[in-house]
């Protein structure tokens, strides 16, 4: 099975962005730990990030016919990008939406989400542990398919 993590705007500020609600750690932290959770799940895959919509939307679009499951933390895309749903949904890859705070517990705007509506699986405030838990879901997805 091939995993594509997906990152939007400002994940690549972990460790500086408001540490109270993000934590210390860095994202070279977070892509390290995703590589173990890739190795531990038995899983290959890769890791994007970006600050830009299009760009985003263009790996999403070329992951089909290698991905065979997504995980994306949109960032403030969540909120705001439906062309980013969209492309989730042409695709038609299962796809797990990660947050790593708790969106539903802040600002009133961060608790509408255009990617849920087209993810298997949302999962919220967790911090990291959130990547794996999608990842280790998307894999025992999988085994159940027995594809």
């Known amino acids: ?10 994940i690549n500020m972990l460790g500086i962005r408001e540490p109270e609600i ?11 730990f995703i ?9 290959t895959g890769e890791i994007f990030q970006s600050n830009h ?27 705001t990008s439906i062309a980013i749903a969209d492309a989730l949904r042409a695709i038609e890859i299962p796809t797990v939406e990660v947050h790593l705070s708790d969106t539903d517990k802040r600002e009133d ?18 911090g990291f542990e959130g990547y794996k838990e999608a990842i280790d879901f998307l894999a025992e997805e999988w085994k159940k398919a027995d594809i």
């Open 35 to 43: 590589l173990g959770v890739f190795e531990s799940a038995e899983v």
């Open 109 to 126: 705007f961060r608790k509408i989400s255009y990617v849920e509506a087209v993810a298997v699986k949302t999962i919220k405030g967790k």
């Open 22 to 32: 993000y934590g210390s750690k860095t994202y070279n932290d977070l892509e390290e």
């Open 53 to 79: 919509e299009g760009e985003i939307i263009d790996q999403i679009q070329e992951s089909l016919g290698w991905a065979d499951g997504i995980v994306i933390n949109p960032g403030a895309y969540t909120h």
């Open 1 to 10: 099975m091939k995993i594509f993590v997906i990152n939007g705007p400002n």
